[in-house]
């Protein structure tokens, strides 16, 4: 039998790292990687408003015209990025003129470097860090801001994590920002949502609207 692996405060983590494969709709609040499904990845690019936005072309005649915004989408704890990935592709269908960015951050080298061969092979736009924002030593906030660009943020993280002083400052800091935050599952006590999908369990934090 593995040896089972403890969090900070001793409670067993769900053993992922013995597995040859991602389990799906493993719903327990310890586990380290548990990935978004299509359907919720659908939802929460509706809900984020991701793709072609809409600008009123004439402000008293009411007339609007799709523009295509730069958008870019970063998913903090991105896992082998096959969420990011298939959400890029998504918006990239819906509207081909889009060409979305998308940057996955992640702690775990060997996701990353999966991330990395998988968006290469599918030919999305995106780009893959390694990094730890539970530590937050190099301010993430500022390096997603002012060198990546990011507009929009997907988050998929336990409560704990969400409750940390660093992944909080990093969350207020963006949506503060104008960054669109989308969470899933597990919702930050500290920031108000401005719009909810109640059945795939999303809430978009979105100073803007
Ligand atoms: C629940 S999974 C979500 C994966 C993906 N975003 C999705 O929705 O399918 C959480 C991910 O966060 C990563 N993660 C957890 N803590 C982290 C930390 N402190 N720094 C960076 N990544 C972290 C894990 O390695 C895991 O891949």
């Not at 493993?26 to 936005?53: D, K, N, S, V």
């Not at 007339?63 to 704890?77: F, K, P, S």
């Not at 998504?90 to 960015?101: D, N, Q, R």
Request: proline residues 5%; charged residues 20%; negative net charge.
């Amino acid at each position: 039998m593995p040896k089972t692996m403890e969090d900070s405060d001793g409670l067993p983590l769900f053993a992922f790292q013995d597995l040859d494969y991602i389990p799906s709709g493993f719903g327990g609040i310890l586990a380290p990687y548990i990935e978004t499904t299509a359907g919720t990845m659908r939802a929460a690019a509706t809900l984020m408003r991701l793709g072609f936005q809409t600008e009123e072309d004439d402000k008293k005649g009411g007339n609007e015209t799709l523009i295509a915004h730069q958008e870019v989408v970063c998913d903090l704890g991105c896992g082998d990025g096959y969420f990011l990935i298939s959400l890029l592709a998504h918006i990239s269908l819906l509207t081909p003129l889009a060409l979305p960015i998308g940057l996955g951050i992640d702690y775990d080298p060997s996701l990353i470097a999966s991330a990395g061969i998988a968006s290469s092979l599918q030919k999305v736009n995106a780009s893959w860090l390694i990094y730890n924002f539970n530590d937050d030593r190099e301010d993430l906030v500022s390096q997603l801001i002012d060198k990546h660009q990011v507009t929009h943020m997907f988050v998929y993280l336990v409560p704990k994590q969400l409750a940390l002083g660093t992944v909080r400052r990093i969350l207020t800091s963006l949506c503060g920002s104008g960054v669109v935050v989308c969470c899933h599952k597990f919702y930050p006590e500290y920031l108000t949502p401005a719009r909810r999908d109640a059945l795939m369990e999303l809430a978009v934090y979105d100073e803007s609207s």
